[in-house]
């Protein structure tokens, strides 16, 4: 996916997150929902999911570039065990903004919301077969994973999905933790790994041709990851290989974050 021309920090500099409050600006994000992931109208979330959570104590968060939109981020008020926390359900940037940082800044923007709120979690779920973003969760954001939970969602009529089934990793991001805090800040990685799980950088033409082996992929790693998480571990960082490959890393769950689950 290519970068917007002119992205890189002037680029970046004009373009404006702000918090998003009006039918209108929801029923963009509907519109760019669609160019984005192209879902059938019954995957697609309708504008009132966007004004619930805003009501409700979530938020959308859109990036502009002057007045269009061009990516949102959409954040649901969730609790479990009575820990309040946020689901980040969906973020979406057109096509050419990507690969520009942008993500970033929308994941950053969200970060500071939660902490406005006293909120320690912001958790959403991801498929652990595209590479960039499982990078990008991991080593960009400093999220954790240690639940894998198979045909998240059912069946798909999205084709990045490939015709597999919806297998997800639930991204926990403790936005306070020492553990994003370096890897947010580019600091050397200090934790012991003690297990590497590779994806080969072939999966994305192997999901787009139908091919077997994405299949076979996506089941070898849904088998090894719930029984690492059985074992105790959990992902607690990840690299891209020089053929492009990925590699979740696996150690102990860090100390500060061990009692703390949602």
Known sequence: MGQRKGSGEAGMSELRIARLTTQEEFEACVDLQQQTWQYSAGEILPRRVFFLAEKLGGHALGAYDGDKLVGFNLGLP??????????????????????????????????ELAIEQGIQVIEWTYDPLEIKNAFFNLSRLGAISRRYVPNFYGASSSPLQGGLPTDRLYAEWWVKSAHAE?????????ERVLERLSVPAQIYAWKAEGDRRAQKTQTVLRGRLQQYFADGLCIIGYDREADGAGLFLLGEVPA????RKT
């Open 182 to 190: 370096r890897v947010m800040a580019r600091q050397p990685f200090t």
């Open 256 to 259: 500060e974050l061990e009692l």
């Open 78 to 111: 969730a609790q479990r065990r009575g820990m309040g926390y946020i689901h980040s359900q969906m973020l979406a940037v057109l096509p050419e903004y990507r690969n520009s940082g942008l993500g970033r800044r929308m994941k950053l923007a969200q970060r």
